[in-house]
């Protein structure tokens, strides 16, 4: 990467500010640079800046996968960028047979009965899945006793925001042996349970294995099972939510299906349910009738809007995209990524790297850097000295249930060799000089950066920095 | 890799998953980048974009976007990388995400910003819920002309947290009703320019009213309009939301850009992610995330907000758009929206259309047909020109008409053309 004393937009010399005829706001404080100045600046940046095409990025439960240069380019259609949400149906007919199909390839991949594609991340797919469980348990008459949503200790910190979002409550149960433990969750599950969050194969990347048991204890007592689709990659063409027993299903098209992340955003998060479902799915719903396609917003159960129009279509249609250009080699997509995880685990295992919980992993996996404690280090610092050798860190910290925990997952378009040079990276950091561990990195464009001071002394904006 | 992994087929990998949940996928076989392409174009060509048709719809609208923008958004550094959650590898973002803040916070005039909301309708659920988690008063005051589909999402955001929606009515004027009173009041919610597209000066009203409710004051804004109007600081607001539709395409609804702004005293209970400036260990200027402890990541259940994945590569389209156009170049092209949507309403009411609201507006309008609505909508339809929203819900033949810099004088006059004639009934 470059490194740039790179001035702020506001700190670049610019021309002067011309106040026009019939402004009635006197002070603007925008730069007025020329286009030469802006093209600049923003390219130091972007040389800042590590991406997927970068290197190896094995940011676990993110699916950094290759972002396929074939959907940007069918994105930048101009009749898919200039085309109106609120115009006569008739003329965005191209846009809605997308939306149309890219629906049913999701249900056909996930063994799920219908699909809305409104939601704008996993997240927002979470609570609609979450207003959706609430409607349906008020349309049965038990909105009012059905007001716990279970998860597991592993679970992404977004599932019990998005349950107590919705307005429920959250009951969180501690995992056994990397797994959920049935005790637990039929000490918990009762007529009170509106839903259980479940990602399955889960944070650890391990499968849960008696997921058609856990399927029957959640049933038994009435409530929903709520798959979070993060973790898809791991079971395209091997099984289905659907058969697992799901009833709610959201799929992340920016982790599975190979849309950029953008820096944070935008992603999809789409929610597919089973039949006894499908009412409640957000309006307009796509209708397919003569050859023609429709949006229906006459649908008196559904929950209303979860966005503004119909979800982020551009990545639908790069998501759209990538399962044609794919199509049933999806099924070789998982194969790849599981084989990968499994052999960049065993490879840091012989390495002497610490696997909690023996067996296979799906797609990703946990290592413990406990025991770098000992030496004064921690997995920060490790991961920190990973970018001086090229790489982007695994995800840190996460799950909570992990003491120092790297999760890695490096997706199937790695290559063996660059597996392999991460893992020599990762065994020179376990003998390289504690202080150069600790002060990484070297080669950055900066240091360590000072995260409590940005929370403590809080600038936020320009104006705090630069003084007129 | 299988003999490595001591096993004979990459099938051993997968069985742990119960055969009965074993299952395979029936789709087409794999295609290459030409035939993608082909199918997806053939699919799209039945399209009607706003280059081969004018369109006059409201709310998200075309606008011009530089080929800079396009140039710097399709940087893979940007496009392809994750959240920035390791500062040193994303210093290149996280200064594009701070100037973005500071854009905003200097069109809106508040303090802070985050890096973004889903679209604007999102943002207000989220501004009306911050609000009860400082004041946990329960009611959330909205003017009784909003789009629909934002209210729509604004009762599902609230619903979780119990609370009420009130709906506030319009003058003759088309302006929300400011003598409203009420307990428990939460928020109050104005919309400048408002749905008819109405500018609202009544700065010292909305201010009052604000503050006999002693409720918090959320604003929505359009960007374009804050360069050359004052911004909502200037009447007393706490929280600013928008659509950010600057440097963004209409893409058919989304990506949009939910933009989220508030005063400082209120930032730790804002949603979404936030960037700060800060130092490294050699004290040369560095920039992070920070405040996470409100995120779902760290807080759980607890976090002011259930987002993860925002909108950010729209924030960088823009900021990219701000940095390309200045403060000269966004107040020509604002004004340039004024005089475009005045030379259509002029036009309109030649031919018969009414005015049904005085006073000043930005780059939308409300007129009234003078005979059935939908009979023109879909004759002009026919003759390549998509006229505005219908509002019959507010008024009788009411179309909601939205114009830009993109509306050229021939265009403009083409479509008047068309509708005199259609009015005229010379078909």
Redesign the interface.
């Known amino acids: 990467m470059a490194k740039y004393d790179e001035p702020l937009l506001i700190e670049i010399e610019g021309e002067e500010s011309i106040i026009p005829e019939g402004v009635e706001r006197k002070s603007l404080n925008i730069p007025n640079l020329s286009e030469r100045e802006v093209m600049k600046h923003f390219l130091h940046l972007s040389q800042m800046n590590y991406g997927v095409d970068t290197g190896f990025y094995p940011l676990g439960s993110c699916t950094m996968k290759y972002n396929m240069k074939l959907l940007e380019r069918v994105a930048r259609y101009e009749k898919a960028l200039y085309t109106h949400p609120l115009q006569h149906e008739k003329s965005v007919q191209g846009s809605m047979e997308i939306m149309y199909h890219l629906e049913r390839l999701l249900c056909e991949i996930t063994g799920m009965d219908a699909f809305t594609l409104q939601p704008c991340a996993g997240a927002h797919g979470e609570f609609t899945g979450m207003l959706i469980a609430r409607a349906y348990f008020e349309s049965i008459g038990e909105g009012e006793t059905r007001r716990e949503v279970i998860v597991p200790d592993s679970a992404h910190g977004t599932n019990p925001a998005s349950a107590r979002m919705a307005g429920f409550e959250v009951v969180e149960i501690p995992s056994k042996e990397g797994r959920v433990d049935m005790d637990a969750l039929r000490h918990v599950l009762s007529e009170r349970t509106a839903a259980f969050m479940l990602t399955n194969p889960n944070t650890l990347g391990i499968f849960e294995r008696e997921i058609l048991e856990i399927s029957r204890e959640v049933k038994k007592v009435g409530a929903l099972l709520y798959y979070d689709g993060a973790n898809l990659n791991a079971i395209m063409g091997k099984t289905k939510p659907g058969i697992m027993g799901f009833d709610i299903v959201h799929v992340n098209l920016h982790k599975t299906f190979g849309t950029p992340h953008g820096g944070g955003g935008p992603g999809s998060g789409p929610v597919g349910v089973k039949r006894h479902l499908e009412k409640f799915l957000p309006v307009p719903r796509i209708e397919k009738k003569d050859g023609e396609y429709h949006f229906n917003y006459d649908l008196p159960h559904s929950i209303g809007k979860v966005s503004e129009f119909y979800g982020n279509f551009a990545v639908l249609l790069k998501a759209y995209a990538y399962i044609l250009k794919k199509g049933k080699e999806l099924e070789r997509v998982t194969e790849r990524a599981v084989l990968n995880a499994n052999y960049l685990m065993k490879k840091l295992r012989e390495a002497g790297y610490n696997v909690p919980h023996p067996g296979r992993r799906m797609h990703e996996f946990v290592i413990s850097l406990s025991d770098i404690k000992e030496k004064g280090l921690r997995a920060m610092d490790v991961a920190k000295r990973l970018l001086d050798y090229g790489f982007h860190p695994p995800t840190v910290y996460f799950p909570l249930i992990v003491d120092e925990a790297f999760m890695v997952e490096p997706t199937e378009d790695e290559t063996r060799e660059s597996m392999d040079a991460f893992v020599d990276a990762m065994k020179k950091i376990r003998e390289e000089d504690v202080e150069i561990v600790k002060n990484a990195p070297h080669t950055m464009p900066v240091a360590r950066v000072n995260e409590a001071k940005a929370v403590k002394e809080p600038i936020l904006t320009w104006k705090d920095i630069v003084v007129e | 890799?299988?003999d490595?992994?001591g096993i004979k087929s990459?099938d051993e990998?997968?069985d742990?998953?119960?055969s009965?949940?074993?299952?395979?996928?029936?789709?087409?076989?794999?295609?290459?980048?030409m035939e993608?392409?082909a199918?997806?174009?053939k699919?799209?060509?039945?399209?009607?974009?706003?280059?081969d048709?004018p369109?006059f719809?409201p709310?998200?609208?075309?606008h011009y976007i530089?080929p800079?923008v396009d140039?710097?958004v399709?940087?893979?550094?940007?496009?392809?990388?994750?959240?920035?959650?390791?500062?040193?590898?994303?210093?290149?973002?996280l200064?594009?995400?701070?100037?973005y803040?500071?854009?905003i916070?200097?069109?809106t005039g508040m303090?802070?910003?985050n890096?973004?909301m889903?679209?604007?309708?999102?943002a207000l659920g989220e501004a009306a819920?911050m609000a009860h988690r400082i004041n946990r008063k329960k009611k959330i005051v909205i003017p009784r002309n909003i789009?629909w589909?934002?209210k729509?999402?604004l009762?599902?955001?609230v619903?979780?947290?119990?609370m009420e929606i009130v709906e506030v009515d319009y003058g003759e004027d088309g302006r929300m009703l400011l003598d409203f009173d009420g307990q428990d009041v939460a928020a109050i919610y104005v919309e400048n320019p408002n749905f008819f597209g109405l500018i609202d000066k009544r700065y010292g009203e909305i201010e009052e009213m604000k503050e006999r409710m002693d409720a918090m004051l959320i604003a929505g804004i359009d960007p374009l309009s804050?360069?050359?109007?004052?911004?909502p600081s200037h009447y007393g607001a706490d929280i600013v939301i928008g659509?950010g539709y600057l440097g963004n395409?209409?893409?058919?609804?989304?990506?949009?850009l939910g933009i989220f702004a508030c005063r400082?005293e209120f930032?730790r209970q804002m949603p979404g992610?936030?960037?700060?400036?800060?130092?490294?260990?050699?004290g040369?200027r560095?920039?992070?995330m920070?405040?996470?402890t409100r995120?779902?990541?760290?807080?759980?259940?607890?976090?002011t907000?259930?987002?993860?994945?925002?909108?950010?590569?729209?924030c960088?389209a823009f900021?990219?758009y701000?940095?390309?156009m200045?403060?000269?170049?966004?107040?020509?092209v604002a004004?340039k929206n004024?005089e475009n949507a005045r030379y259509m309403a002029e036009g309109m009411k030649k031919i018969g259309f009414d005015m049904p609201f005085d006073g000043e507006f930005f780059n939308e309008f409300v007129v009234s047909a003078p005979k059935n609505l939908e009979e023109i909508?879909d004759k002009l339809?026919s003759q390549g020109i998509?006229m505005g929203?219908p509002i019959n819900e507010f008024v009788e033949n009411g179309i909601l008409m939205g114009v830009t810099e993109m509306h050229t004088k021939e265009m403009m006059d083409g479509a008047l053309e068309k509708i005199r004639h259609l009015m005229e009934g010379e078909e």
């Open positions: 890799m299988l490595y992994l990459v990998l997968f742990e998953i119960p009965e949940a074993k299952s395979s996928l029936n789709l087409p076989g794999p295609m290459d980048d993608v392409e199918r997806i174009k699919i799209l060509d039945k399209n009607i974009s706003f280059f048709m369109s719809l709310i998200i609208k075309a530089p800079v140039e710097i399709s940087r893979q550094e940007f496009y392809t990388s994750y959240t920035p959650y390791q500062p040193e590898a994303s210093q290149g973002i200064q594009a995400m701070f100037e803040q500071s854009v916070a200097e069109l303090d802070v910003a890096v973004s889903y679209d604007s309708a999102t819920l789009f589909h934002k729509s999402v009762a599902n955001y619903k979780g947290a119990g804050l360069s050359i109007f004052n911004p659509d395409p209409m893409n058919f609804g989304g990506p949009l400082r930032v992610k936030i960037v700060g400036a800060t130092v490294d260990s050699n040369k560095a920039f992070c920070t405040l996470q995120e779902q990541h760290i807080r759980r259940g607890r976090a907000s259930n987002i993860c994945s925002n909108q950010a590569l729209c960088i900021l990219a701000v940095a390309a200045g403060s000269n170049g966004l107040r020509k004004l004024m909508n339809l998509q929203l």
